[in-house]
Every structure is written in C-alpha cells, then in structure tokens.
C-alpha cells in the first residue's frame, strides 16, 4: 500500500539545515568585514599575495625551465677514451678534457679539506646557500657594481658547471641557488663533493683533481704532500692566475691563504703548516701526451672506426669517443708497428736519395706570430734527429730558419726555390747550423696481419702522420699490377688448371669492340715469349701473356668474380684487370692474401678486439663467434669445446693452398729472389703497375702477411727501373728480417685432398725417377694437385735414355755368351727352340 502523508519533517529539516548554513557563512562575512577595517589584516593580504606574486614571477623568471636536479644521480662526467695495445697496455687516449673520474673515497681527506678552505668552508653545515655570505655581496655589488661578486658554495659551483652556463648575470646566480637548493635535496655531501672534484677545470687541459695532480706534479693524488694540495685548492678562481711559469710569487701567497684557513679550522696542526708554508711551489712544467707516441696511423683508424660507429661528443651518445670513457682492445703490436715503420720510412728515403729537394712539407705566413703560427700547424717528425723549422728570409746562399719554441738558425746550400714561410725538416749540424733534409715525395703504405684471425699487428701509412695525416694504407686506391695475379690462376685451378698445365708464353690479341679495336698485350718490359711453359713457372716469372691467356681461357666474368669475394674490389670483365689495371687498397689486397694462407676461408681486417664502456661492459667484440658449452661448470667428458670457425669459405681450400705452394716459388726462384736470405718458409708476389707508377710486395710466412706499396700521391713515372722485386721487396725483407726473428720457421700445411706429386720442373710431367732436392733449380720438385688431376706416370727423357743404354749393354753381353757356348760345344749345332729357351724368350 502506497503511502502519500507528506514528508513534512524531511521537508523542515531540510529548510533548518538550510537557515543554519546561512547563518553561518553570514556571521563568517560579517566576520571579515569587520576584520577588513583593520589595517594590520589588509596588510597581511596585501603581503601574501606580493609572495604568491613574487613566487610566481620567480617561476616564471628564473625556475620554470630549470633541469631536474635528480638527472646528477645518474651523471657521468666526460672521460677521454683509452687505447689499448694486443697486451692491455695503454698506448694512447683521445680526449678533449684531460679527465681521471675517482670515487668520493680515493680523494685523501686532507685534500677535501683544503678545498673546502678555499672555496666553502661550512660546506658540511649548510642546506645549499650561504646567506651571510649571500648578503655581503649583495652588500659588495650594490655599493661597488660592475662585475657582480658571487657567494657560491661548492654546490653552486655543481650547479653551474653541470646544468647551467657560465653567464654573467643575477638571474643565472638566482637559477643557480634554486639549484643548489635542490640538488642539496637529491644527493649527499659526499656525492657532491665527489661530482665537484672530478668535475672542475684547474687548468692545463686538467678537468678533476687527479688530471690536475699529474699536469701540475705528476702524481696521483694520494702522493701529493700537503703543499701540493693546497696549490691545487686556489686554482678553481682562475687557473690562469696563478699559472707557475707566470705568476709563481702570486700562487704561493694564496697557496698560503689556503693552508692558514686550514689551521684555523684545526685541519692540520702548527707543525705541517709551519713546514707547507716555506717549500716551493713544486709544479713541474706542462707535461703533454703521458703516452710514449706510437703508431700514429694505426692510432687514427682506430679513431676513424669509433667515432663511425659511437660518435665523436656526448651530443652523440654516451659511449662517444672523445667523452664516453670507453676502454679500447686494439690489436697494435708496438714492437711490430715500430718495425714497420722503420722499414717503409727507410724503403722511401733509398728511392729518393740523389734526387732534388722536393719542396716545402707546407707554407705559412711570415710575420710577428711566426712562432704560433708554426706550433698551429701541428706538423712534427720523429724521425732520427730530424726537427720542423720555417723559413724567416733567404740570406746569401742559405736562409735564416725558426722553431716553434722561438730558436733560430741557418742552414747553406739552400735551393734557389726555397722561399720565406716554408716549412722544412732539418738536421743539426753544430751550434746554429742546420742542414736542409728532404722529406720524400714518393710515399706508401704498409700493413702486417694475422692470417689466422685478421687482426691488424701494424699499418704505417706513409712516412709520418704529423706530416700528413693521409693513411695511404687504407684511403689511397692503388694499381695493384702483377699482385692481382695470384687470384686470376686461382680463377684457372678452379676451372680445371693445374700448377703443371702448360700455357703458351706468346703474343696474345684480343679484339674488343669497334670503336676499341684490337688490343695486344705484352710482358713486362717488352720481353720476347718464352714458348709453351707451365702455369708455376708463369706465376713465378710473372709473365702477362700467360696471365691474359690463363684469364681468357678461364673467364673474365669468373676472374672478376673471384677478385669481389676475396674482398679486392669490383671490376669489369676486361683483359685488361687481369693484369691489374683496376684498384685496390693495400689492406684489402693484404687481407685477400691472408684469406689464401687461410686455405680460403673469409676474414675481416680488423685494428680493434673489442670496446668496454666507462662501467666495464663490453658494447663491442670484433670475434663474434659462438662457443657452445664454453661456460659450462663442469666438463661434462666430451670433446673440449671451441668456437666455430669465423666467416666462410669464400674458396676451394686446395685452390688456395696450391697458390700458396706456387706463391713459395716466387721466393725459391722468381721475381722476389732476395728474400731466400730470410731463410724461412714463405710466399708472395711483386707487382709493378703501368708507367711504372707504383710498386707493390705482398706475402710472408704461414703466421703473418705483409703488404706495402709504393707511389706518388699523384700518380707519376717512377723510373724505368722501378720495379716490385726492387723495391718494395726490401722493405718487406727489412721488416721481415727483425719481426721474425725468432718466430718458428713453420711450413705451409696442406689441407686434406692435396696430392703430392714429384713432377720435371720445365715440362710438369710426372717422373718417378730422381728426387727433389734444396736447389732451387732442381729438374724435379714437388708439385701440388687436386685428386684425379696429377699428370700421368711418365719418365724423364734422361732416365729413358740411360735404360736404353742399359738394355742395349745387357744384349750385347748375351750375344757374346751365346758365341761362346757355341764354340765350346763344338761343331754341334742348336735348334732354334733349343737357342730360345737359353735364352728366355724373344727379345
């Protein structure tokens, strides 16, 4: 049953609820009109809201895009990159901000102290700020101007040299005090003081407390004595206040200042003080690079190679090269890179020796800057005493030289086109004297590899990279010449060739199109052909007609094919590449030969092992490959386990290995002769290209390969006589005679399938008679085949002749026995059947 009596209470209840609430916002109104008439209450809202003004302003004006304190907690300070030979020892940096980042607790307490001397000393007790002495420069900068004068704590500091400017102005000291305030928030004392410390220019490119300790005293900063940390203490005002060669007097009486604040705040007694105070300043001069310089060209692709792949400033990541930290395995061998590049620097000093002073290294502008000018350009040499100098002026018949350290000197003899402001290498010759040195214009480069794995041991890329920084190992394109050979037979063995099959030595034509007409090729030298010869002999004698007949018979198109997977470069199907008319690098034609000694299995020329961030974790490995159950805890009773073999096989193994085999002929009896000295398996090649403007030597032992060319950067004629075996060999030889000294004289290992077959030398047939010998000109020498390719069993004309002889001599002595019998038996005569049977059979 429905109920419809009207709610009535509800209805007064709600009208009383009502009447109340009025009332009461009616007594609260009543209340602040009354309070509004007093002026002490219209004051205090006047002064509430300036302060929610002011903040506002203060927001808008100095905090609104002020960073977040809390990116510290995770900051990483620049740190320069250090490089690492083969055996972990440093050998270099790349840095912009000579840096050493230390924790909170290796920086010794006494020196943390004279910091806080000289820079904050109630640190330890304030929220961030410093107000009395926050209002005594407002007092200064009122009543002096000009410049304002700070008051900034050391957390101040940490805010402006890590997430503000270096602006001049109150608003950034107002946005810097927000900060301090805030980072006082998010990090310790201790993570502060650490930020700071590590963080601060002391000058001399030293950015951090341990970078200045070794540019201002060569220590580490646990060695520096109680003096040494109070210099160090001033130096964060202005380095260049208190620089040792200009203002030692200066330095030592604010040094003083220092180790007096630190006595009046009981840090360090009566006596230390005492004893501070009266030593010398003790800095010793700007000290450079801490590493001893080596492998200039190798050091910069390195360098080239990391900044491609992690970016040169931390604009470009936090693993940059020149502010990530990063810790670099390379595989510099500085004992092998010094060989190296002795031996190419060496090799173009003996081509240019006799000839004309080739020029200025470079040209500068000859007036009061001289000096800085000269030191600007960063050219230097460290070759024997050799120094850069500048022309100042011609003078008779000599000039007058200059140094970048401000020295002078002269030098005779100078030719007439030596001018004012050329730079020049020179040479001591007592006192003042100098004598004019000729940098050679021909230039090269030089690479050593690990055939087994593809790492880089040394590369040299001309005679000095402070002289240009032009790496001719790995930018300079260069026409290989008869270098390239090796892969065009490589290309006939694996069309069915063998070392012994016989190629004509004869003029050779091709037609190659109308509007090319007939090419013709010729051997080196316009040497005659020397007739039907064998495929080795045509390797080690590096005959071009046999070469183009050997291409043409296997294939252009294939040829160059073999040339692009070997990693040599791209060509077109021409006759004309075959004698290496295309281009190619040192490095890459240096790794195709260290893939033949690798039985043909690919490899990739590396200069880096791997790369650590600044915590340790290596972001990248050259060595990629897998080891499955390498990191199991136990042996498990199986097979030890190894990694798989790296790349693939880019060639038949045994197609490889008889290349090297032929290759071996080449130094026992071919164009590279000389090397037999060494005395030791190996394998090469020499190569001359047209003109001839460059000259090339590539080969070396089962464990390491060497490639080096010469040539001008511009190509030009070297000289008719210039030639592979004459003078690129002996910069090989030279290197090789020091870098494998020692090394096990190993043999080059033939892979599974070979055959061995002793064949004649001249024809390739087989013998079986005779036996090779150590004589290079041996008639008979082994010979290596693929299964079912050796040639058949034969015999040497010589051995053939002397068996006929034999049998001849046999048959001669049964006639005269058979004559003898007859007449001792008489006048009895024997039968025809009776004669045969004496005598065996018919011959």
């Not at 950015?207 to 646990?222: C, E, H, I, R, T």
Request: net charge neutral.
């Amino acid at each position: 049953m429905v109920n419809d009596t009207p709610d009535t209470d509800g209805t007064e209840a709600t009208e009383s609820l009502a009447y109340k609430l009025e009332r009461k916002s009616g007594n609260f109104l009543r209340g602040l009109e009354t309070l509004w008439q007093k002026w002490w209450f219209r004051l205090l809202i006047a002064f509430a809201a300036l302060c929610l003004i002011g903040w506002l302003l203060i927001w808008l004006l100095f905090a609104r895009d002020l960073p977040d304190a809390k990116m510290l907690e995770q900051y990483d300070p620049p740190l320069p990159t250090i490089v690492r030979a083969y055996d972990g020892e440093p050998v270099h940096s790349y840095a912009r901000e000579r840096r050493v980042q230390l924790a909170y607790s290796d920086f010794p307490t006494t020196l943390i102290r004279a910091y806080l001397a000289a820079e904050d000393r109630t640190f330890f007790q304030h929220g961030g700020l410093d107000y009395p002495g926050i209002a005594t420069a407002i007092v200064t900068n009122l009543t002096r101007g000009g410049r304002p004068v700070g008051a900034s704590t050391i957390t101040q500091q940490v805010a402006k040299n890590l997430m503000l400017s270096n602006e001049l102005s109150y608003r950034r000291k107002v946005r810097e005090a927000i900060l301090a305030y805030r980072i006082e928030e998010v990090l310790t004392k201790e993570e502060i003081l650490e930020l700071y410390l590590n963080q601060i220019f002391l000058g001399r490119n030293a950015y951090g407390v341990q970078a200045a300790a070794q540019a201002y005293f060569g220590k580490d900063v646990d060695e520096l004595a109680l003096h040494e940390m109070a210099y160090l203490a001033i130096l964060p005002k202005g380095p260049a206040n208190y620089r040792p060669e200009q203002n030692e007097e200066r330095a030592i009486s604010r040094r003083n200042w220092v180790l007096g604040g630190m006595l009046s705040n009981d840090w360090i007694t009566k006596e230390q003080h005492d004893h501070a105070v009266a030593q010398p300043l003790g800095a010793i001069t700007s000290r450079g690079e801490r590493y001893e310089r080596v492998g200039g060209y190798f050091i910069e692709e390195v360098r080239r190679q990391l900044i491609d792949q992690f970016g040169e400033t931390d604009e470009d990541g936090t693993n940059s090269v020149y502010a990530g930290g990063l810790w670099v395995r390379t595989s510099l061998n500085p004992q092998l890179q010094e060989y190296t590049k002795d031996a190419l620097r060496n090799g173009l000093l003996r081509y240019s020796r006799g000839k004309s002073w080739s020029g200025p290294i470079n040209t500068i502008e000859i007036d009061g800057n001289w000096t800085q000018r000269l030191a600007s350009t960063n050219i230097d040499t460290d070759y024997s005493d050799w120094q850069i100098a500048v022309t100042l002026k011609r003078q008779g018949g000599g000039a007058e030289i200059g140094f970048s350290d401000g020295r002078t000197g002269t030098i005779g003899n100078a030719p007439d086109k030596l001018k004012a402001g050329d730079i020049i290498a020179v040479s001591p010759e007592g006192g003042s004297n100098y004598v004019l040195r000729n940098v050679p214009k021909v230039s090269g480069g030089m690479v050593v590899q690990n055939p087994h794995n593809g790492r880089i041991w040394a590369m040299q890329g001309g005679f000095d990279d402070r002289m240009s920084s032009f790496n001719r190992a790995t930018q300079a394109s260069r026409q290989p010449g008869s270098t390239i050979k090796p892969f065009v037979y490589a290309t006939a063995l694996d069309q069915g060739m063998t070392p012994a099959t016989i190629i004509t030595d004869s003029p050779f034509c091709v037609y190659q199109s109308a509007s090319l007409g007939q090419k013709c090729f010729r051997n080196f030298g316009n040497s005659r052909g020397a007739g039907p010869q064998t495929l080795r002999w045509g390797v080690e004698q590096s005959r071009n007609l046999m070469t183009v007949r050997a291409a043409n018979d296997a294939g252009m198109d294939n040829v160059v094919k073999t040339i692009k997977t070997m990693g040599i470069g791209e060509y077109e199907p021409y006759l004309s590449y075959a004698l290496g008319a295309g281009s190619t690098t040192v490095e890459k034609l240096t790794n195709a030969y260290s893939m033949l000694v690798n039985y043909g299995r690919e490899l990739k020329p590396t200069v880096i092992d791997y790369v650590q961030d600044r915590h340790g974790k290596v972001i990248f490995r050259a060595d990629k490959r897998i080891c499955e159950d390498c990191n199991q805890p136990d042996w498990d009773g199986g097979r030890m386990p190894r990694p798989r073999p790296a790349g693939k096989q880019l060639m038949d193994p045994m197609t490889a290995y008889q290349m090297v085999n032929i290759m071996e002929g080449v130094i026992t009896r071919g164009t590279a002769q000389r090397l037999r000295s060494l005395e030791r398996p190996l394998f090469g090649k020499t190569g001359t290209s047209n003109g001839p403007t460059n000259v090339w030597f590539i080969g070396g032992s089962p464990d390491m390969v060497a490639g080096v060319y010469m040539g001008f950067d511009q190509p030009a004629n070297m000289g008719g006589y210039a030639q592979g075996g004459s003078l690129a060999a002996p910069i090989f030889q030279e290197f090789a005679q020091k870098a494998m000294e020692g090394m096990p004289k190993t043999p080059f290992v033939a892979p599974r399938g070979i055959r061995m077959v002793k064949v004649d030398r001249k024809t390739g047939k087989r013998v079986f008679g005779g036996w090779p010998s150590d004589d290079p000109r041996a008639a008979v020498i082994w010979d290596v085949f693929k299964p079912e390719t050796e040639p058949k069993r034969s015999i040497r004309k010589e051995d053939m002749l002397a068996r006929l002889e034999a049998m001849k001599a046999q048959l001669k002595a049964a006639k005269i026995a058979a004559r003898n019998r007859a007449a001792n038996a008489g006048a009895g005569a024997q039968s025809d059947s009776e004669f045969l049977q004496e005598e065996g059979g018919i011959y």
